[in-house]
């Protein structure tokens, strides 16, 4: 294939090149993203992208549909197997397309919603002004307690007696601890209010084992599939059958036109490799690494957010070395290091500066990485940042960040 490509379009064949060669020799810290497998490559690069499908399986709108008809199906199927659910819709194009099918299927323009505050871990479509849904509805927030730096359960629960929210939105994108989501439909039931649960980044850990299931809990349940389930880019929605119909309405023809085919196949890959054994130990060594990388970085003097991390994430407060997040992102990007700058809770430096840097390793355990060389990572952070200007001292952090790369080469 990639031969073909080259032949026709040697620009973009050659980005693909050099974008898999920093792949394999660069540090992959972004906690949102992960290393897909072969298989899902391959159905996501197949003929099922030349099929319009409008519709659902068995009531579409077009002909031919017969044989993609069982893509679809089996990736509810699978999908629905894999959370213990009793409703999938696998067509939302993308995390950010799911929170938008649902919140079309179950409010109105101007409803109140509860979520979580942006600035403290919460995602754009959970309210933000620049959003639509900060502009269609009308959210507020909970955040997280000063001092411990996490969920105070007690404080939402006021809060929601407080605003009777039609909606709650449990779930974050910078968030470092497990999720009550008992507690949250306690709180829901005592102000009736819905409960939604965005399990974007913890999905393919709920998948695993690593992290308690949302499922029983919520009355639906988004996640996007490319992050810790490591499929393809994209969304789905979990919901009770009660809401099923309004969901798959709200979805197409509300707000998608024709699904991805390919990638509805390539969701169907990704949910039959998470339900296999293996991909039990994945998520536990997610989540072990976390620990590793949070425990070796506090070593090295960085305030780890919350005092530690319970899924795959970390939130890493870097004003003891006195480098903001932006600087931090930059220099670590020079030294091999992908990351993404980010707010921490309260911070005082500006969105596009902040304190803290987000890390995350469902990619690194994905290319073999272990607690091992999660402390040789964070010797090569804490190296990069005490002499962030050091340009010198940034080359030679780039030539070990390769060598531990060459070891562990997600696409050899
Ligand atoms: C990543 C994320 C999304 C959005 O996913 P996209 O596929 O980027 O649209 C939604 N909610 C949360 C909590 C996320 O972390």
Do not use: W
């Not at 970390?314 to 220099?331: H, I, S």
Request: aromatic residues 6%; proline residues 5%.
């Amino acid at each position: 294939m990639q031969t073909l490509l080259e032949q026709s379009d040697p620009q973009i064949s050659d980005i693909i090149d050099r974008e898999r060669i920093r792949q394999n020799t660069t540090i992959q810290l972004i906690a949102s993203e992960n290393f897909t497998s072969p298989a899902v490559i391959a159905a996501q690069g197949s003929v099922l992208t030349n099929k319009y499908s409008e519709g659902y399986p068995h009531k579409r709108y077009y002909g031919g549909n017969v044989v993609v008809d069982e893509a679809e199906d089996l990736a509810i199927e699978r999908a629905c197997n894999l959370f213990g659910a009793e409703h999938a819709n696998v067509q939302p194009h993308s995390g950010a397309n799911a929170n938008m099918g649902v919140f079309l299927a179950l409010l109105h323009p101007g409803d109140k919603v509860l979520g979580m505050r942006l600035d403290q871990g919460g995602h754009l479509t959970h309210g933000s002004p620049v959003n639509f849904s900060g502009r269609f509805y009308d959210f507020c927030a909970y955040g997280v307690h000063e001092s411990t730096e996490q969920l105070d359960y007690e404080e939402i629960a006021n809060l929601a007696r407080e605003e009777r929210p039609k909606m709650i939105i449990a779930g974050a994108t910078a968030y470092p601890r497990a999720i009550d989501f008992a507690a949250f439909r306690e709180i829901a039931d005592e102000v009736g209010a819905l409960l939604m649960v965005d399990a974007a980044h913890i999905a393919g850990l709920i998948a695993g084992g690593a992290h308690a299931n949302p499922v029983p809990f919520a009355d639906i349940v988004t996640f996007t599939t490319h992050k810790t389930l490591r499929g393809p880019r994209g969304g789905a929605i979990l919901c009770r059958d009660q809401y099923a119909t309004a969901i798959d309405k709200a979805v197409f023809p509300g707000m998608q036109g024709g699904p991805l085919m390919h990638v509805v196949a390539a969701k169907a890959v990704a949910f039959h490799e998470a339900s296999r054994p293996e991909f039990r130990d994945y998520a536990a060594s997610v989540v072990l690494n976390a620990s590793a990388l949070a425990n070796a970085l506090a070593g090295h003097g960085f305030r780890i957010i919350s005092g530690g991390t319970d899924n795959h994430l970390m939130l890493v407060d870097l004003r003891p070395f006195e480098v903001t997040g932006k600087v931090a992102q930059e220099c670590l990007d020079v030294a091999g290091i992908t990351t993404n700058k980010n707010a921490i809770p309260n911070d005082p430096a500006k969105p596009f500066v902040t304190s803290g840097l987000r890390l995350g390793t469902a990619a690194v355990t994905t290319a073999g990485m272990g607690e091992e060389q999660m402390v040789e990572i964070a010797e090569l952070i804490a190296t990069a940042l005490r002499s962030a200007d050091d340009s010198s001292v940034l080359a030679a952090v780039r030539e070990q960040a390769g060598a531990l790369c060459s070891k562990f080469t997600p696409y050899p």
